[in-house]
């Protein structure tokens, strides 16, 4: 692959996994920044990986306390690979083997330049596994309105094939064939989007990963981000950056979310500033308006735990999983970090079942069993200092046929959430929600060794194991102390899914209106919801989801003889892109008991005509229709009706044969396609006398 599209590729691979669109300034606080004051301009990075002469290298060579945009030099690399002055990447396939030390220089451009010797070790090919195949191509720009299209094309030379593409963090109306590679559709919001790009080599089982930028401009400007990277800071240390537009036809005011905490930027000027409280590396999502168009981008800092110290992530993105195929991979894919003084134990929040995290390496591996977004937290303890670092991203698996994050839905349905903003402490949050899960007795949330948490923009609310009480299994409850500020209160219902919490006294760095990331991870499992708020910060379903969800509310299921099985559920979906046409869109459930299939009955030529109407305060069309009479004489649809305004959705079946589900307690899968959408989710259903053959989504 050319070295310019390579590092046009890589320059963005610090810059991951959007949290959430808001502002991240308290209205009327002024922001200052003092470059006297920011700390020692340095280096953080003090190693450099083992490189192969056949595998692609990626690097990146960190700073900290910068006073603006850094430019590194070099004086020397091995054959093969080079190092991009803007971001301090260092990448290619290096074609001999190497052992020398090299000097890197770092200038900000207005502290005296910096320099910094590291040994750098490149071993011949062979032992280190493959380094997998190199994406081939440079995303153009796009337009929102207009029509997008490119094909992802890999150099094949080290790779064997079949191969099965990934992608998260898409602009807004594209989506991904993961098994043609073709990305397109029509952008419907602009910015810059740092893409991460997976392909799954199923010839050889080997997984890569890259990151490239997308630039969609608005309709009618060249309104964009010039800046692309964050500068990184030091806990305890006084910060300072700058963001920076161009082609505005305004004033610019800006707007951040999930910066660290400490931090806040300024809205007029762009300026961030305060002093960072807690270490780690915090993906942030950037906004600007120039009075007519939104912008955004995704970027991360890397926060240091002390200005001594040099222990960060050396983390540059994850692979996409394929449900039921092994991760692991040689060389391993590891989320590790680099700079501690001894021993690193590693752990995670959130991980799918089926797989697990090394805590004296930082590898990743095993088999997903099943579909879905995954937000992680990643934690790294020095043993030595007792520093602790940590890293929350998403972690996506995929369909056997790949594709991408927006084709997945959330299993989780939020209906009612509130936020009351105002000065700090005097905030409050409130929500109820249903979430579908594994409740089966050995993978159920336990309490006593599970973590909750709850996460809106940069506001997080943690409880670890031990916290939440119950008398049985099916609910449980917590609340802060009397006279705790700020106080909260948090019901888990296991029994119905069912999930509820508010705050009072609060802060929140977030603005409204805006689109504000909704995250909750409850034992192994977590989800992800993108949720616009208006101006009085209230949230309406199913019309202000910005992602698809997709629950079942519930289920009952009745199993007598084969062809006279019955099957009725009550499920909620919402997808800002639905769209439907009678007779031609596809209609098609599917029933799986893993990836045995129990149902899978295609009822498009039953789909009514649509009454299709406008809402009032969204914009947003909307969808309600329901389905013919069937006189199928097995699989036969009794009911279905849709209603997109709210997300009610409604299905009973007749005449079926479920011999194949197992007694006691069934994990089901349910997959439902209308149109070109497919939305899948998973939800346990129980029988609870044994025989009975009647089975309920209700916990006994």
């Known amino acids: 692959m050319p070295a310019d599209r390579f590092l046009r590729a890589l320059r963005a691979l610090a810059l991951l996994v959007p949290l959430a669109l808001a502002g991240a300034a308290q209205a009327g606080a002024p922001v200052t920044c003092d470059l006297n004051a920011n700390g020692t301009f340095r280096f953080l990075t003090e190693a450099l990986p083992t490189g192969s002469t056949n595998a692609e290298y990626v690097a990146r060579i960190v700073t900290a306390n910068a006073d603006g945009p850094v430019t590194f030099g070099v004086d020397q690399l091995p054959p093969g690979m080079v190092l991009d002055a803007a971001s301090g990447f260092i990448t290619g396939r290096p074609t001999s083997t190497f052992n020398e030390d090299i000097t890197f220089t770092a200038d900000d451009g207005v502290q005296p330049p910096i320099q910094s010797t590291v040994n750098l070790k490149v071993n011949a090919a062979g032992g280190g596994g493959n380094g997998g195949v190199t994406f081939d191509v440079v995303l153009p720009e796009g337009r929102v309105g207009d029509f997008y299209s490119v094909t992802l094309t890999l150099d094949e030379s080290f790779g064997v094939g079949p191969f099965v593409f990934g992608a998260m963090d898409l602009p807004p109306g594209l989506t991904l064939d993961g098994e043609t590679g073709l990305l397109s559709g029509i952008p419907t919001a602009p910015g810059t989007y740092f893409a991460s790009l997976s392909a799954f080599d199923f010839g050889e089982d080997n997984k890569v990963v890259s990151v490239q930028p997308i630039v969609i401009l608005p309709a009618d400007s060249d309104f964009r981000f010039l800046t692309q990277f964050l500068n990184n800071g030091e806990v305890g240390t006084p910060y300072c950056d700058t ?26 000027t762009g300026v961030v500033s305060g002093t960072p409280t807690v270490a780690g590396t915090f993906l942030v ?21 002390g200005a001594s110290s040099a222990f960060h992530w050396n983390y540059f993105g994850l692979p996409t999983a394929i449900v039921n195929a092994s991760y692991d991979r040689q060389p391993p894919i590891l989320v590790s970090a680099e700079g501690a003084v001894g021993d690193v134990t590693y752990s995670v929040i959130g991980l799918p079942i089926g797989m697990t995290y090394a805590s004296g390496s930082g590898e990743l591996s095993g088999t997903p069993i099943e579909i879905g977004e995954y937000p992680l937290t990643f934690s790294a303890v020095d043993g030595d200092t007792g520093e602790t670092l940590t890293l929350s991203v998403l972690f996506l698996v995929l369909p056997p046929g790949g594709g991408d994050a927006s084709q997945i839905s959330v299993n989780f349905w939020v209906f009612q959430e509130s936020l009351k903003l105002a000065e700090p402490g005097r905030a409050a949050w409130r929500a109820k929600a249903l979430y579908n899960a594994d409740r089966r007795v050995a993978n159920r949330f336990d309490p006593a060794t599970d973590t909750l948490r709850l996460e809106l923009g940069a506001r997080i609310l943690e409880l670890p194991p031990g916290s939440l009480t119950g008398k049985t299994e099916k609910a449980y409850s917590w609340r802060t102390a009397k006279g705790v500020v700020p106080g909260a209160q948090v019901k888990l ?69 084969p062809g006279e099985d019955t099957a009725k559920l009550a499920m909620l979906l919402a997808d800002p892109n639905f769209a439907y046409e009678a007779q031609t869109s596809e209609l098609r459930i599917r029933i799986l008991d893993g990836t045995n299939v129990l149902l899978d009955r295609d009822f498009t030529l039953l789909g009514d005509v649509a009454k299709v109407t406008t809402d009032s305060r969204t914009g947003s069309l909307v969808f309600a229709f329901k389905t013919l009479k069937d006189a199928a004489a097995t699989d036969r649809i009794v009911k279905f009706n849709y209603h997109s305004g709210t997300g009610k959705l409604a299905l009973s079946l007749g005449n079926l044969d479920l011999a194949g589900m197992p007694g006691g307690e069934a994990h089901l899968g349910v997959e439902l396609t209308i149109g070109a959408r497919t939305y899948y989710t998973a939800v346990t259903c129980f029988e609870p006398k044994a025989g009975s053959g009647r089975y309920s989504t209700t916990m006994p």
């Open 285 to 305: 999502l950037l906004s600007a308006s120039d009075g007519a168009q939104t912008i955004t981008t995704n970027l991360s800092m890397i926060v240091a735990p």
């Open 493 to 561: 219902g296991p029994a119905k899914q069912t999930l509820s919490w508010s705050t009072k006294s609060d802060t929140f760095a977030e603005t409204v209106p805006g689109i504000l990331a909704q995250t909750v991870t409850i034992g192994s499992r977590g989800y992800r919801l993108l949720m616009s708020f208006d101006e009085k910060g209230a949230f309406h379903p199913a019309l202000d989801f910005e992602r698809a969800a997709f629950v079942v509310q519930s289920a009952k299921l009745r199993r007598k003889a």
């Open 243 to 268: 963001w920076l537009t161009e082609n505005a036809a305004g004033a610019v005011t800006f707007g951040a979310s999930g910066l660290p905490p400490g931090l806040l930027v300024d809205p007029a």
